[in-house]
């Protein structure tokens, strides 16, 4: 029997508003809490080093790599529809052909630290690597399957060297690992019969075992992304992937693992049936962002992108519209403005190199990043009043506010409003030495900061110094009586 029990849960919000910003409003609201067995372990973000280091990486690469980067989205000389890392589920590709994959998969020209030196040079802080995608074939050796880059003419561990020339950069590494596994027998969808129980309970030992596997092989990954979490089989193994979380959580103090993995025992993902998050992070943000702060609910969370529409594996053929480096640092600069990190990915050739396209979007990523990334690192939410210019961040512990500028209007005036009783005592911008504005103060505590020229090739970043201006009162402006 559940046992209910009724929380009082008093709210504070941190309201803002022209009027008032810095106003609180303090709202309370009765909430009905259930007990549950496997919900979250905790409630509000974690404050070890490990998820501090997270919550301030700003900038991550994400990295899809298997055998679907061969047929590359084409089966036969027609183009798959889907997303090339799914192109085994097509009915034009049959499962054993796509199976022997395995035996083609030489990529030759494959190195480690090339791909590092490529995220080194973009500024990520974190990459998270495909071990294993829904497919099945495993990227490292793993002993409980034959299915991987083992028995491929390759056959050397793919894993191992990019955690070492990853880590070695000081970019963390985190593992990307599918639940769902189209070439493993045991694998169901749903389990009906006996015979599925008995298989799916073969499955889950496999899991565990690989997920052992992973962090006895590799001990300075700091986290697992899982994918392929949704289906019923695994939806209905609340105990069962509680415990193996607990497990893993003990194995490796600090391990960040996301929202996805588990269920709670009445079949909630991500939040859990009393709304807590059942991990360390918001993992629901798969290409798309929050639009204002409310939408994350204080939670820890970060936005994984593709470069074209929807493709994550290697696809000869991008279709559709391709973002540009411009785009993604705006994704990027409205990710960190709302406490998120972004998280961009890159879908490597069979042979082992990066497609040109990705490698020209690092390269401008990253020349930004060299002039910027102050705005980006420890970056947060600045709780100022969104201007249509671009996005405020703040970072913690300075007397910073960084203004990441992607609209410049006609009027060449960037319109800034802080909190009261806060003055600006700097305004510089990051990219040109010397470069600094005296803003005009047009209101109470709102300013116009004038630009010295109107056309820009690329956004930038000012630097707002603040002081505390309670003392001195300045000019008095009237309000209207309405
Ligand atoms: C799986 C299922 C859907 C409906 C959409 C995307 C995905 C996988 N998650 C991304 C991170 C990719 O790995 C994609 O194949």
Known sequence: MIKKVILITAIVWSCINTASINAQQAATTAQKTIALQHGAHGVGRRRD???????????????????????????????????????KSWKEVPATTYDSLMYQFNPTKFNAESWAATAKQMGVKYVTITTKHHDGFCLWPSKYTNFTVANSPYKKDIIGPLVKAYDRRGIDVILYFSIMD?????WRYDIKTREDSVA????????????????????????????????KSWVKQAAFADSLEKE???????????????ADEYGKRHFDSNGNMMGDYEQGWERKIPEKITDVHGNDWDCVMT?????????????????????????LAKCVSLDGNFVL???????????TEE?????????????????????????????????????????KIYMLVFNVPVSGALNVVLPSRTAISKVYDLGGPGLSYVPEEIGTSTYFIHLKQQTFKRPFVLVLETADNSKNSGAQYQKAKT
Do not use: C
């Open 49 to 87: 080093a490990a998820m501090e280091k997270w919550r301030a990486y700003g900038l991550g690469q994400f990295v899809h790599w298997g055998l679907y980067s061969i047929p590359a989205g084409e089966w036969n000389g027609k183009q798959y529809n889907g997303a090339a890392e799914w192109i």
């Open 182 to 186: 189209w070439h493993n027998p045991d």
């Open 200 to 231: 799916f309970d073969r499955f889950k030992q496999f899991t565990r075992n690989q997920l052992l596997e992973l962090l006895t092989l590799y001990p300075a990954a700091k986290g697992l992304w899982f994918d392929g979490t949704w289906d």
């Open 248 to 262: 893993m959580r003990a194995m490796r103090p600090g391990l960040i693992i996301g929202s996805r993995f588990r």
């Open 307 to 331: 470069v074209p529409e929807n493709q994550w594996g290697y696809s000869k053929i991008w279709k559709g519209h391709i973002k540009t480096t411009d785009e993604l640092l705006e994704m």
């Open 345 to 355: 990915n890159f879908g490597p050739k069979p042979d082992g190199t990066l497609r």
């Open 359 to 399: 490698l020209d979007l690092a390269k401008g990523i990253g020349a930004w990043m060299d002039t910027n990334s102050e705005a980006i690192y420890n970056g947060e939410y600045a709780g100022l009043v969104k201007q249509d210019w671009g996005y405020y961040v703040k970072k913690t512990g300075t007397n």
